[in-house]
């Protein structure tokens, strides 16, 4: 089997269930640990999945949801400018 060019490439033929030269990998991990990791590896926080041979982009989302007096989901801040959110929000037990 020829080897694969690219990570993109990896990915692409994987989850088209076409042959790959080795199965993609994704190492998630806390803020915590990715200081511990970056010092370890001795890599900056940009290199850290490069180093770890990731082939999916990470996102953080660190913000926490926020949430009108009525209990709506407030994705966009207008309802605090006035407008309503779009998605309400209902406990686990009503759903």
Known sequence: MNTIGTRKERMRRALGRQPVDRLPV???FTRAMGRKLRETLG????????????????VDVGHT????DDG????????????????????????
Do not use: C, M, Y
């Open 26 to 28: 994704q190492t998630n």
């Open 43 to 58: 890599v900056d926080a940009s290199q850290l999945s490069r180093r770890l041979d990731n082939h999916l982009l990470r």
């Open 72 to 95: 709506r989901v407030d994705v966009s801040d207008r309802t605090r400018r006035g407008g309503q959110s779009i998605f309400p929000f209902r406990p686990p037990e009503e759903v």
């Open 65 to 68: 949801t926020r949430l009108s």
